[in-house]
């Protein structure tokens, strides 16, 4: 009897060892004071449960694209086979010209994507990305949403922020005057393409 709770005492004891260990990293890497293992270590363990662990078969009417790094680094060069079959006053081919500018693009890019997709029959475009900041193509990309109304759908980003020793609150990343100017409907009617997300890299 004396020997089992000698363990349980010994096991009780790594426990709150381990639980302060980590704890106290977890501290440290939110102060910015270490690497984020931790923050790493459980990114990565949520990749591979998203990844691996899908219970149901994906649904084909969600189509996700992605702004990779051969889109970013998009050249002049690398534009003469894309634009091959395209008329030079085509809406695509003038997509594919602002795209070549170094990243961030215009906004008249996402302002052509959304016309594209809509007009080929998508549902709904939903943007995982903020537009916080006024860039040229807002003019544009306002357009498109004013055509389609209710059709598209802007983030916002909330993220902790540092107020004071010890004090974090969340502070919001909202969308630029520039993108949407009120009233985009009726007065006092809320535009239903203002939404709000919380993403972790």
């Known amino acids: 009897m004396r020997l089992f709770r000698s363990r349980r005492l010994v096991h009780a004891l790594i426990g709150v060892i381990v639980f302060l260990a980590v704890a106290g990293l977890y501290r440290l890497e939110n102060a910015g004071r270490t690497t984020p293992l931790l923050n790493r270590l459980e990114f990565g363990f949520r990749d591979t ?47 594919l010209t602002l795209m070549t500018v170094p990243f961030p693009w215009s906004r008249e890019v996402y302002a052509l994507l959304c016309d594209r997709l809509l007009a080929a029959g998508a549902r709904a475009i939903i943007f995982d990305i903020v537009f916080d900041n006024a860039r040229p193509g807002d003019d544009a990309f306002q357009e498109v949403m ?41 007065p006092r009617a809320r535009h239903s393409g203002h939404g709000a997300r919380a993403h972790r890299p």
């Not at 680094?73 to 079959?85: A, I, T, Y």
């Not at 010890?166 to 993108?179: F, M, S, T």
């Open 49 to 95: 449960l998203t990844a691996t662990g899908r219970l149901n078969p994906p649904d084909n009417r969600l189509v996700f694209l992605a702004l990779d790094n051969a889109s970013r680094s998009l050249s002049e060069l690398d534009l003469k086979p894309f634009s091959r079959d395209l008329s030079p006053d085509s809406p695509e081919y003038h997509a």
């Open 146 to 186: 004013r055509r389609f109304p209710d059709r598209i759908v802007l983030g916002m980003d909330f993220k902790s922020e540092t107020i004071g020793p010890g004090r974090d609150a969340l502070a919001a990343r909202a969308i630029a005057p520039h993108v949407i100017r009120y009233p985009l409907r009726p």
